[in-house]
Nanobody, 124 residues
Protein backbone atom coordinates (compact mmCIF):
# COMPACT_ATOMS: atom_id res chain seq x y z
CA UNK A 1 0.00 0.00 0.00
CA UNK A 2 1.25 3.43 -0.91
CA UNK A 3 2.40 5.51 2.00
CA UNK A 4 3.61 9.10 2.28
CA UNK A 5 5.18 10.28 5.51
CA UNK A 6 5.99 13.95 6.05
CA UNK A 7 8.49 15.34 8.52
CA UNK A 8 10.35 18.55 9.21
CA UNK A 9 7.63 20.91 10.37
CA UNK A 10 7.99 23.13 13.40
CA UNK A 11 7.99 26.64 14.80
CA UNK A 12 10.17 29.28 13.17
CA UNK A 13 10.42 33.05 13.26
CA UNK A 14 9.51 35.15 10.26
CA UNK A 15 12.39 35.23 7.81
CA UNK A 16 13.59 31.80 8.86
CA UNK A 17 13.77 28.52 6.97
CA UNK A 18 12.49 24.98 7.25
CA UNK A 19 12.87 21.90 5.08
CA UNK A 20 10.03 19.45 4.83
CA UNK A 21 10.55 15.86 3.74
CA UNK A 22 8.09 13.37 2.26
CA UNK A 23 9.19 9.74 2.25
CA UNK A 24 7.27 7.62 -0.25
CA UNK A 25 6.92 3.85 -0.07
CA UNK A 26 4.72 1.07 -1.36
CA UNK A 27 5.17 1.20 -5.11
CA UNK A 28 7.20 2.79 -7.87
CA UNK A 29 6.50 6.48 -8.15
CA UNK A 30 8.53 7.09 -11.30
CA UNK A 31 5.55 8.27 -13.37
CA UNK A 32 3.94 10.29 -10.63
CA UNK A 33 3.50 13.96 -9.91
CA UNK A 34 4.43 14.70 -6.30
CA UNK A 35 2.88 17.75 -4.72
CA UNK A 36 2.92 19.83 -1.57
CA UNK A 37 -0.28 21.44 -0.33
CA UNK A 38 -1.10 23.42 2.78
CA UNK A 39 -4.19 24.14 4.80
CA UNK A 40 -4.60 26.91 7.35
CA UNK A 41 -7.47 26.86 9.89
CA UNK A 42 -10.78 27.79 8.28
CA UNK A 43 -9.32 27.82 4.77
CA UNK A 44 -9.34 25.38 1.89
CA UNK A 45 -6.37 23.22 1.10
CA UNK A 46 -4.18 25.03 -1.41
CA UNK A 47 -1.47 24.06 -3.85
CA UNK A 48 2.09 25.00 -2.95
CA UNK A 49 4.42 23.18 -5.33
CA UNK A 50 4.76 20.03 -7.42
CA UNK A 51 7.47 18.05 -9.17
CA UNK A 52 7.47 15.38 -11.83
CA UNK A 53 9.18 12.30 -10.45
CA UNK A 54 10.53 11.56 -13.92
CA UNK A 55 12.43 14.53 -15.30
CA UNK A 56 12.09 16.74 -12.26
CA UNK A 57 10.05 19.54 -13.82
CA UNK A 58 8.72 21.82 -11.09
CA UNK A 59 5.64 23.97 -10.54
CA UNK A 60 4.96 26.63 -7.89
CA UNK A 61 2.15 28.72 -6.54
CA UNK A 62 2.76 32.42 -7.08
CA UNK A 63 2.70 33.02 -3.33
CA UNK A 64 5.81 30.88 -2.76
CA UNK A 65 7.72 31.33 -6.01
CA UNK A 66 11.26 32.47 -5.30
CA UNK A 67 11.07 31.45 -1.63
CA UNK A 68 10.26 27.73 -1.74
CA UNK A 69 12.06 25.01 -3.67
CA UNK A 70 10.74 21.52 -4.33
CA UNK A 71 13.22 18.75 -5.07
CA UNK A 72 13.55 14.97 -4.96
CA UNK A 73 16.00 12.22 -4.19
CA UNK A 74 15.24 9.21 -6.37
CA UNK A 75 17.46 6.88 -4.39
CA UNK A 76 15.64 7.69 -1.17
CA UNK A 77 12.15 7.97 -2.74
CA UNK A 78 11.88 11.29 -0.94
CA UNK A 79 10.56 14.69 -1.96
CA UNK A 80 11.63 17.86 -0.19
CA UNK A 81 10.23 21.34 0.22
CA UNK A 82 12.86 23.90 1.19
CA UNK A 83 11.09 26.94 2.59
CA UNK A 84 13.06 30.18 2.96
CA UNK A 85 12.04 33.70 3.93
CA UNK A 86 9.05 32.32 5.76
CA UNK A 87 6.15 34.62 6.56
CA UNK A 88 3.40 34.33 9.20
CA UNK A 89 0.93 33.71 6.37
CA UNK A 90 2.81 30.51 5.52
CA UNK A 91 1.52 29.04 8.78
CA UNK A 92 -0.47 25.90 7.97
CA UNK A 93 -0.48 22.13 8.01
CA UNK A 94 1.59 21.02 5.04
CA UNK A 95 0.65 17.85 3.17
CA UNK A 96 2.55 15.74 0.69
CA UNK A 97 0.49 14.14 -2.09
CA UNK A 98 0.99 11.87 -5.09
CA UNK A 99 -0.88 11.86 -8.38
CA UNK A 100 -0.39 8.49 -10.07
CA UNK A 101 -1.88 9.73 -13.35
CA UNK A 102 1.15 11.96 -13.85
CA UNK A 103 -0.99 14.86 -15.08
CA UNK A 104 -0.07 18.10 -13.39
CA UNK A 105 -2.89 19.73 -11.47
CA UNK A 106 -3.27 22.23 -8.65
CA UNK A 107 -6.54 20.66 -7.51
CA UNK A 108 -6.28 18.50 -4.37
CA UNK A 109 -9.00 16.23 -5.74
CA UNK A 110 -6.67 15.10 -8.54
CA UNK A 111 -4.17 13.59 -6.12
CA UNK A 112 -4.53 9.95 -5.16
CA UNK A 113 -2.41 9.54 -2.04
CA UNK A 114 -1.81 11.83 0.91
CA UNK A 115 0.42 12.01 3.93
CA UNK A 116 -0.76 12.81 7.42
CA UNK A 117 0.49 16.39 7.36
CA UNK A 118 3.09 18.33 9.33
CA UNK A 119 2.48 21.62 11.13
CA UNK A 120 4.47 24.70 10.14
CA UNK A 121 4.08 27.76 12.36
CA UNK A 122 5.78 31.05 11.53
CA UNK A 123 5.82 33.65 14.30
CA UNK A 124 6.01 37.37 13.61
Amino acid sequence: QEQLVESGGGLVQAGGSLRLSCAASGRTFSTYIMGWFRQAPGLEREFVAAIRWSGGYTYYADSVKGRFTISKDNAKNTVYLQMNSLKPEDTAVYYCAADEKGLYSRRPSEYDYWGQGTQVTVSS
